[in-house]
């Protein structure tokens, strides 16, 4: 198993290498040259064992140099129940009848209930394998606040890695600023472990006025443990730095990877003894993570025979960065019988448009919508989506990314166009019709979906409806209802009710009315990073001055 740059064939990295390089110095992202197949008799040996131990097995398919050892040293630590919020890390589970066949997979079960917290969690419990003794590895994250939040969770004091955390000025708000930093004043507490481990009696009994405190076990003394509440995270001093950019969305969507092609810098900092690593899209880790996320959910559903062994499913995703198309895309090459992949898209129709007409712009007219992570295509995502589209054509790759920065618009060629609509269906919905979906799904299941799901929902009602044949279909669910508050109020809550309340007491009302936890991505403290605030040139020197000057203190 070997892994290439998505513009360049003639170099060839195995895991460990593709690791340590993260992205590729010379351009391109990281994919592998061939997949591994998967056969019926491989799905039947997994089928029994734990999450863990499939786990194990997938990643012996892509990394084949890693010992024994190694490959359960990453299970254990990515998939360690502690840092979850119960011992199912997921939990695959149909939910009828009021569609045909649908199957939910739920990864909305870390520290901050979003999929990147598995996923980051998976990338680091990887980078340790390669990390050698007195190295210093600075992690970056610049795909989206969730993404931030994730990886801010995962850092600790003892950490043999630094976070590096930019994004968008556009995106953050005093509120979204103390969130960020309320999640670090819990994660820097090297002494704690966060664990949402309750059982039903314990989170039956809990009084309604400490709905926002969390369970934090002391490390290395099972019998003690503390109860710290909203109020107890500020005195905590450390501050988070928090890199602010101003410019144009498609400029501060590709900065982050931008860093990771400056050979001078990574080669000055190498002489520190200092490493760059990305998480999230950035890292084919990631996608690894989801693979494996979606291949057991799938083992899980054929386990309990809600799914027929060879019978063939759907799977339908907001369309979000582009993550779980491209995962789609490599199960359905390694052998699953993924028979469509169907896309989801928010009003402002950026996936939508360039997935049915081939074209898309990066200056486009945008309106507020509930489910504003959809606005825009993720660049790296959509770059390895292309190459698989184009069979591995680096050099087609590379021009239409070209294209795309040099005349801010992508026009595909009518062959490539097909291919991309015979892979892939998608839709689109307004606000309206996301708040009236999770309003009407509340009251006929009491279940509360987010608004992503429930977009992705509308489109696949869309499609069952249309299909004569409809299949099985697996919905990966990426966040909690309590992350979009304002949404899901206002579909449940009555509005005179809901104008009366703030945001924490709408946070408080909703968890009532759901029996849903409160996940700590969504609670804030009294402190804010230290936000620096740039325009994207004056950004790029700060940032390499800072990770050159980082440890020389």
């Known amino acids: ?65 890693l010992s024994e050892p190694q490959i359960n040293q990453i299970c254990q630590t990515a998939f360690n129940p502690m840092h979850f919020q119960s011992e199912l890390l997921y939990e695959a589970k149909p939910l009828n009848p009021y569609l045909t066949n649908p199957l939910f997979l739920f990864v ?83 002494q704690y472990r966060l664990s949402y481990a309750f059982s039903d ?52 969507e590709y900065f982050t990877q931008n860093l990771f092609y400056q050979e001078k810098l990574r080669l000055r900092l190498k002489e520190q003894n200092k490493f760059l690593a990305a998480t999230g899209s950035l890292s084919f880790t990631h996608h690894l993570a989801l693979i494996i996320i979606l291949l057991s959910a799938y083992l899980d559903l054929l386990k309990q025979e809600l799914i027929a062994d060879s019978e063939n499913f759907c799977l339908a995703f907001p369309n979000m960065n582009l993550d779980f198309l491209y995962a789609g895309q490599l199960l359905q090459k390694m052998g699953l019988p993924v028979s469509n992949l169907i896309a989801a898209s928010n009003s402002n129709r950026a996936i939508d448009d360039f997935l049915r007409q081939g074209k898309y712009k990066l200056k486009r007219r945008f309106s507020r919508t509930t489910a504003p992570a959809l606005d825009q295509i993720y660049l790296p995502n959509l770059e390895r989506v292309l190459f698989e589209i184009t069979e591995h054509d680096c050099q087609t790759t590379y021009q239409i990314m070209t294209d795309l920065f040099k005349f801010g618009r992508i026009n595909l060629v009518p062959e490539i166009k097909q291919k991309l609509s ?46 004569s044949n409809t299949n099985k279909t697996i919905v990966p669910v990426i ?75």
Request: hydrophobic share 40%; aromatic share 6%; net charge negative.
């Open 201 to 252: 009696k314990d989170s039956n009994d809990m009084p309604k006025q400490n709905k926002l405190a969390v369970e934090m076990p002391i490390i290395g003394d099972a019998d003690e443990s503390e109860k710290i509440t909203n109020d107890n995270f500020s005195e905590h001093d450390g501050r988070l730095k928090l890199y602010t950019i101003n410019g144009r969305v498609q400029d501060v």
């Open 108 to 190: 909305e079960r870390g520290p901050t209930s979003c999929y990147m917290d598995l996923t980051h969690a998976f990338s680091l419990a990887c980078l340790q394998t390669v990390m050698q003794e007195n190295e210093q590895w600075l992690v970056m994250t610049g795909e989206s606040l969730q993404s931030i939040k994730s990886l801010v969770a995962l850092h600790l004091d003892d950490s043999a890695w630094v976070p590096v955390l930019i994004t968008d000025s556009k995106a953050t708000n005093t509120y979204i600023l103390k969130e960020i930093q309320h999640m670090h004043s819990v994660a820097a507490r090297s």
């Open 479 to 553: 966040e909690s209802p309590l992350l979009s508050v304002q949404v899901t109020a206002e579909a449940i809550i009555e509005q005179d009710k809901n104008i009366k309340m703030n945001y924490n007491r709408l946070l408080e009302a909703l968890s009532e009315e759901s029996g849903i936890e409160i996940p700590l991505a969504a609670l804030s403290g009294e402190q804010k990073p230290e936000v620096i605030n740039l325009d994207i040139e004056q950004m790029s020197e700060r940032i390499q001055a800072d990770l050159l000057k980082i440890g020389q203190n």
């Open 1 to 65: 198993m070997q892994y290439q740059s998505t513009i360049q064939a003639s170099r060839k990295y195995t895991f460990s290498q593709m690791l340590r390089e993260s992205v590729p110095m010379h351009g391109g992202l990281f994919v592998p040259c061939e997949l591994p197949k998967i056969d019926q008799d491989f799905l039947n040996q997994l089928k029994p064992l734990s999450f863990q131990a499939r786990a194990a097995c997938i990643i012996r398919l892509f990394a084949p140099e």
């Open 422 to 467: 015979d892979l892939i269906q998608s839709g689109y919905a307004n606000n309206n019709q996301i708040i009236e979906q999770i309003r009407n799904w509340y009251l006929r299941t009491d279940y509360l979906f987010d608004p992503y799901t429930a977009l992705a929902l509308i489109v696949l009602e869309r499609f069952e409806q249309s299909l």
